[in-house]
């Protein structure tokens, strides 16, 4: 049996924290050695630290880590970060300039020219600018690696699949979003009950400019945008974990309805611990996928999508779907520290 | 005071027959003498009859009286419908051609030509139909109107506000449906916690034929239906009233956004007991409208607008929100009738 | 036209200062004239400063005026008060200092002894404690009247309509109070979507001690508490506004169960601008009440009582009901300072 | 390996129905050989015939099987039953007299005098009864044995713990119970959202009267119940999985509170497949047990209880919950048959 990395959480009290120390309880690669939280949780052990909010309970292994403050050191091989954007830039910057691998939710770097924003399937070769950033940021052994924002991740697959096959031109998304994408306490209940709010801070901006970055092509250690609009109206549902979009989209080519399925349904999955047999499953049931039949799928890993059909407007119209704590946060970057390590980077 | 006009209603004990009964409590026009619903519930006061499901408790004007089969004759001047389509269609027709005007919310009549698909604010000239609806079906005192789809009825009036002044090209839709729009018991509960449906049978088409007509031009007694496209996605959430809309419109002429915000607010009301002060109310909050807070403006009869942008795509986009079973179906045919007794047409 | 009375709110901008708002929109003895919030909101008028959480929008009356710190002197006759209990006792005693009434729904002074803890309709004649409290704390003009905890209210009426015809000697109540009652942001809605929440901090003991000195008598100008015990234990359940109470009581006179239905119905109301007509409405329907159908019975002042049973164990059983942001805080309070007005205490 | 036991389900399409598939789906002993199902759904594969409503979707084993109308004989060794109690007794006695075991959800045969109701730790000695009831009933190889309702299961496990040590002497108990106890359609979701039911039909009378036969003594071939009272109100509350009681208990002797907790933690559990390790948990954080975090307590199958304190009126008061469709279900069902597979009852 190989040797686990030593992984060390950065956020690990809150709601994507939490997640990552559910999906790393019994992996098989990494193994939790350092979480580190804000100055309120330093010094105490994880479970007097932490408000675990995740059904079936805190794991045995993390219990007794005594929380450390989010600065390097840390005893461990690499980092996953879940830090609010407030800190991350500076806080990952640090860590990676320390030497370590940091794997991060955060949304601070996901734009910057040098730094991956990956979804392990679509753009693994995007890896290499890790060698642009390192010579552009004097990082030696540490870099930084990004996954993508929740709700981009619960079309880019799809998108991603016709844009490989056909090239897509244009794209409209309305997303439906989950509570727990804003963390604890994150939305207070009075705001969701009975309600749907129009309205996250920052969230449609980054819908509209993610997805080109990831499907963007690598050319001499940078990344050329793919060329496509984005078009994203963004809302709150009453809704725990899964994050809906539906979905209009152009082609540049001429694709029919069974062309396009069989690109979604062919889509490659991997072969990493955290990666589903079927990357983008396609329902056939007409009121399918719903986020609490769907969401667990390739336990939370799968990419679900339903009612794609021709539209009036544009080419096509589907729904799609991801499980915005697991494939949409921390399930991504544990999977992207999985292909990392097939790779020797870390 | 004037007499008041005698009103029947056809499927009483459903939500919209529930809320019929309602709005028309204290009216100054009209006044509740017949009830008709199901074999099931025919022979027992409506008290028995109706197990009452809005809030505030069944008025006491109609606790008493004896619920009737639906067929004509019933003790009354006008009915208003609100019958599954199953039996509209039958049962509609009937009690006009004995002589009633029926302002019916049913989805049945609504796409046949010679019959006014009305939002009084919007296409009040379309009543023009009825004559030549008496002359086609042979009615001789009584007619059929109908009100639009509560889902229409969400984002129609901006957009009959900007297709009056810059002509509508293209409208992309995708709507957030409260589960009253589906009657009693309508959804159930484990479908719709914890949930979205992003299926709603029989919906997306609706939504994709209605506005045209709504729109359209009326000439030598028939309606040209508006030239726009419309796509539309139908998903059900988890809110007991209001449907909310995600809209992004294409228009023939260049618009401001100034000039899209005028349009919309100066989109005159009527001078009618249930008009609201303001039909379309734009408003400036990132976080509205929202169904919990906005469903009630004007009471339940104004449609609110926001989020409204322009768009990477399309010229322009914005979110709105109607009370589905008040403006979206029982209000908007109170108002039909009000108009009519306006027009001196019952 | 009589003059009104000139009114401050102290913490306006919260859940309970916004019921004020809307009950003393069209109030005919009371008029909002000052608004006072925290340091944060100070300044601000309070359409700026305020983030409106009711269906219906923010009176007009009250948009414009400039919010001012919570300290006296304030522009207005008498306050109303829903400070958090933090800062409610220093704050509430300054201005009763000062000369103000001071109609709190704090939880500061309830159990104090020379403090009226006050529902209107049932222990009025507690309003002589103010003359033992301004001996005791050297007011002049001001004074502090106090309602119960809205938990309390939403069982104490019926229990006293049993204390009053039969003597109540144990009380078992199991409360399922809505989120409302947490103010806002209060309860995350990741705490309480698709869940329960058995504990409201502070609340149990509240629960069992507040009956006590309501159903108490007052003899040379103190109250003797009731001599019954209170079991209570209090849950959070997924319902915005109404809390349930499950009762079951032993009394000391034998009662039949028309006896204790008539008890109830017969308590009399008061005569107030916002009292309801029938102050304890005892519903027959098996499956009532339920907050959402009955929390505004009486515009939310009536307690609706239903499942009205002998008990295996005690005397009787009941399910009660009171609306917890109107009956339950800004109602009573309002109720309150209708009675002190009919006494010309204000 | 050993053989597997032949499982056939009755009502299989159901809520409970579709609870055993899960469970059942690599269960070690038993392996799914026959489905049936209402008239509607029989000769339909089982992936036609229902609409899967569980997470995870539908267990790839039974996809296939070919649904069967529900009667004798089927291809299994036995069956797991839970159909409405409107048809169950007819069948479920059918079924036993062709010589199946019949292990029961369904409440029609719970209170017969011959029939175990069983809680596989608790009363494992009332599977005597099945001689009993062989002779009354004329069955030869076939026998029916039940478990209790879902409700009574969520408090009976630490009654039966105090009662066993102190014995009980009266239990007021007020149950929060879970839509999914309904079924599906089940509960409507306008009866749900933003509300509580204070009433479930036949309920209460099940919860005041299976308690005292589950904890009943066995002497001479019949149980002789235990000698307490129970009064039991019970509301439905928007919960997807997972009741909650709140429970009031005297006890016949002396007990400190750290002998109450002691005899729930130690209370035995069993060396079972389904087996929990830890059949009561005992939690210490004040704001626990609650749905959402702990009806997945030891996969379903634990029992846990928090907020237990010295009460003012009984001696102890406390909140316990299980999960109403494993432990209070499905689960319950498949243990008493691995408890029968242990005694060669099978």
Not at 70 to 91: G, K, N, Q
Not at 114 to 120: E, G, H, Q, S
Not at 148 to 174: I, M
Not at 252 to 280: C, G, N, Y
């Amino acid at each position: 049996m190989a040797k686990k990395f030593r992984v060390g959480i950065l956020g690990a009290t809150g709601t994507v924290g939490q997640r990552f120390c559910q999906l790393l309880e019994n992996h098989p690669q990494f193994e939790i050695t350092a979480l580190a939280a804000s100055d309120r949780s330093a010094g105490k052990t994880f479970v007097e630290a932490c408000a675990w909010k995740l059904p079936g309970g805190m794991p045995e292994n993390v219990k007794d880590i005594v929380v450390q403050p989010i600065e390097p050191p840390l005893d461990c091989d690499l980092v996953f970060s879940s830090l609010p954007s407030s800190v991350a830039r500076e806080t990952e910057e640090a860590f990676a300039r320390a030497g370590y691998p940091v794997i991060s939710n955060s949304s601070s770097f996901r734009m910057d020219a040098d730094i991956p924003l990956l979804i392990a399937e679509i753009n693994p070769d995007h890896i290499a600018l890790i060698e642009t950033q390192r010579v552009k940021r004097g990082f030696t052994k540490g870099f930084i690696v990004t996954n993508p924002n929740c709700a981009v991740v619960s079309f880019a697959p799809p998108l991603a699949a016709l844009h490989r096959k056909f090239g897509v031109e244009s794209v409209v998304v309305t997303t439906l979003q989950a509570i727990s994408g804003a963390g604890y306490p994150g939305v207070p209940s009075l705001d969701i009950t009975d309600n749907v709010v129009p309205y996250i801070a920052g969230e449609e901006p980054k819908v509209e400019t993610e997805a080109q970055k990831i499907l963007g092509k690598l050319t001499d250690g940078a990344i050329e945008k793919a060329d496509f609009s984005v078009s994203a109206q963004c809302f709150r549902v009453h809704v725990i974990d899964g994050h809906t979009a539906s979905v209009r989209v152009d082609l540049r080519e001429t694709a029919t309805l069974e062309d396009v399925i069989d690109a979604m349904k062919s889509f490659p999955s991997l072969d990493l611990h955290s990666s589903p047999k079927q990357f983008i499953q396609v329902l056939e049931e007409p009121s399918r996928p719903q986020p609490r039949l769907d969401r667990d799928a390739g336990n939370g890993m799968s990419i679900t999508v339903g009612r794609l059909f021709p539209d009036n407007i544009f080419d096509y119209r589907f729904v799609s779907l991801s499980h915005n704590t697991v494939r949409g946060a921390a399930g991504s970057a544990v999977l992207n520290a999985e292909l990392l390590a097939s790779k020797n980077m870390i």
